[in-house]
């Protein structure tokens, strides 16, 4: 508690502050006009919070990190091991939804647990889907034409809707449900995963979208989903809507980027990237995010959190006005995408925290009033 008011100073006196309700934010609309208060509030505040800076999100950050694995019980993450601070949006994945653990050995009764705690802190949840082929055990990367077979004609459609309905069990601490930023079928105007653009066309793509979400809402009555779309790098707006689900479907203008933000050459094509979808999102007076970037091996450039991302971030006012960025996983030596204590980067990692316009769990305003 202590620590969130000397935030809140600190923001104060940085000329931060959170302004009063109404404003140029009076006309925006949720796609689930039934989305429970806090939902709906997760919405306002976070296009508020977008005109103030810009949040940090990590993937799986509470379930492990370099070296270690959480149990149900802990808090910990990486991120906080190195600058004191938890990502402001936890990043999760129902790959292998149906089975005891996710794609990458999350316990999906832990998850739950995670995503309780981390909503009760004041934190953003964001849910990916590295679907496996429904009814089978093909994964994500399996590249073969079934989209169509998952639609309400299709011989694998009921099947779908048994693995559909994870969000029905994510609770808060008086019984409401938790909100949920939800991000399936992304990337998908490359070709590597069967929803991608090779594997379906866009009227099949947009029809699995509508079905989810009209499913999840309508039929199962679940209304604490806020919709992410997330095309990975395109080259100009008109790529980026192809496949696009529609204004009634999607929340969140969303974009994959890990290509241009590897080196400094291609700090402008991020910078455009980015500029483009905060120029769809005003125009749908809808909210963007940079819903996955990062560098893998920990990046070669030890200066990469400032002199790289955090430079495309602030490198136009436009670009100012993302949501938030989320970086992957944390996995091991190998695969690492956030600092960790060791790492090469984490002097660097704690300049990118200091900087006023990066925002973290304890940075936050309350997001769900
Ligand atoms: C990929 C990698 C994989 C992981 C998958 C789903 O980008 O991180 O190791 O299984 O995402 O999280």
């Not at 299709?154 to 048994?162: C, F, N, R, S």
């Not at 699995?208 to 679940?222: C, N, V």
């Amino acid at each position: 508690m202590k620590r969130s008011i000397t935030c809140w100073i600190t923001l104060m006196t940085l000329g931060v502050a959170f302004g009063a309700e109404g404003g140029s934010n009076s006309t925006l609309e949720l796609t689930d006009p039934l989305a429970t208060p806090e939902t709906k509030a997760l919405y306002r505040n976070l296009h508020k919070v977008a005109t103030k800076g810009v949040m940090f999100g990590h993937e799986d950050t509470l379930a492990y990190g370099v070296g270690w694995k959480s149990t149900e019980k802990d808090f910990d993450s990486d991120v906080y091991r190195v600058c004191g601070k938890f990502p402001a949006v936890f990043g999760w994945d129902i790959g292998h939804i149906g089975t005891p653990a996710n794609i990458d050995g999350v316990p999906f009764e832990n998850m739950k647990i995670w995503i309780a705690k981390s909503y009760e802190k004041g934190g953003i949840n964001t849910i990916s889907w590295h679907s496996r082929i429904p009814g089978t055990t093909e994964n994500a990367w399996t590249q073969k034409k079934v989209v169509s077979r998952l639609l309400p004609s299709g011989d694998l459609h009921e099947t779908y809707k048994a693995v559909a309905a994870f969000f029905a069990g994510l609770k808060g601490p008086k019984g409401e449900p938790v909100p949920i930023i939800f991000r399936p079928f992304h990337e998908h105007n490359g070709n590597w995963f069967w929803w991608g653009a090779k594997w379906c066309t866009p009227d099949e793509y947009k029809q699995i979208w509508r079905f989810t979400i009209d499913y999840l809402r309508k039929t199962k009555g679940l209304h604490n989903i806020i919709t992410a779309y997330s095309p990975d790098r395109f080259k100009d707006s008109q790529e980026y809507l192809e496949r696009y689900p529609g204004d009634d479907y999607i929340d969140i203008i969303g974009h994959d980027n890990y290509g241009n933000f590897r080196s400094i050459e291609s700090k402008d094509e991020a910078r455009q990237a980015l500029e483009t979808i905060v120029l769809l999102a005003e125009e749908r007076n809808k909210i963007a995010a940079l819903t996955e970037t990062g560098v893998g091996q920990g990046p070669a450039n030890s200066k990469w959190w400032t002199d790289i991302l955090l430079e495309v971030i602030k490198s136009s006012p436009s670009t100012k006005k993302i949501a938030w960025v989320l970086v992957w996983r944390n996995a091991d030596k190998r695969q690492n995408y956030a600092a960790f204590p060791g790492a090469a980067t984490v002097d660097n990692f704690k300049a990118f925290e200091a900087d006023p316009i990066t925002l973290f769990m304890e940075d936050l305003p309350p997001m769900y009033e």
